[in-house]
Nanobody, 128 residues
């Protein structure tokens, strides 16, 4: 079955950096787009970024554009989220998700969560 395991979360200072990883198994990783989403304390789920199956296309939410970079290594079945210039508002539980198609269409996994497969999340806390 599909398994997604996020890692790399932790405590970072404002202006700092973290890199999240999501290790995938149980499906043909290189055939599907992948998504990162987050849920801040007391708030709903937000779409953060997505990347197409071959890594050729990446899209970002406005609030992370220029600070976060999504990438993938299909040989390692892993998708990454490089987060720079972190802000306290970035504090959240970060999830990766398998998109239902090779193209990662923004917000697909939020609008139709049952069409995607989700990991358990990794906590990111940004605080001085």
């Amino acid at each position: 079955q599909v398994q997604l395991v996020e890692s790399g979360g932790g405590l970072a200072q404002p202006g700092g950096s973290l890199t999240l990883s999501c290790a995938a198994s149980g499906f043909a990783f290189s055939a599907y787009g992948m998504t990162w989403a987050r849920q801040a304390p007391g708030k709903g789920l937000d779409w953060v970024a997505g990347i197409d199956s071959d890594g050729s296309g990446a899209t970002y939410a406005d609030f992370v554009k220029g600070r976060f970079t999504i990438s993938r290594d299909n040989a390692k079945n892993t998708v990454y989220l490089q987060m720079n210039n972190l802000k306290p508002d970035d504090t959240a539980l970060y999830y990766c998700a398998k998109d239902p198609s090779p193209s990662s269409v923004p917000y697909t996994c939020l609008l139709a969560p049952a069409s995607c497969s989700w990991g358990q999340g990794t906590q990111v806390t940004v605080s001085s």
